[in-house]
C-alpha cells in the first residue's frame, strides 16, 4: 500500500476514533511509539516501522519457540525384545458326578 493511501486511512480511522473517544487519538496507538514526526506521511511511516518491528520479533522468536518444543518432548520407550508370553491357563480338573437312573 502506498504511503498516500494508508496515511489517509489511518487519518480515517484516527478522527473516528476520536469523536467516539472525545479526545484526540493522535499518539495513543500502538505504532505511536515509533513516529518521528516526518512532514510527510507520519502515521503511515511509523505504522510500517512497527509492522516491520513486529515481523523482526517474530522470525527472533521462532528458532527459540522451536527449541522449547523438542525440549518438552517425553522419552521414547524403550523397546523389548522379548516377547511376552501369555499367561498359561491353569488346568482344573473337576470331576463330574454320573447321572443319576430312574
Known sequence: MKLEDLQRSLDLRKWHDSEDNAMDMCRHYDFCVFCKFEAD????RAYNRFEQSKA????AAKPAAK?????????AKKATTAAKKP????ATTTAKKPAAKK
Do not use: G, N, Q, V
Not at 523482526?56 to 522470525?59: I, L, P, V, Y
Not at 499367561?87 to 491353569?90: L, T
Open 67 to 75: 527449541k522449547a518444543t523438542t525440549a518438552a518432548k517425553p522419552a
Open 41 to 44: 506521511f507520519p502515521c503511515a
Open 56 to 59: 523482526k520479533e517474530a522470525t
Open 87 to 90: 499367561a498359561a491357563k491353569k
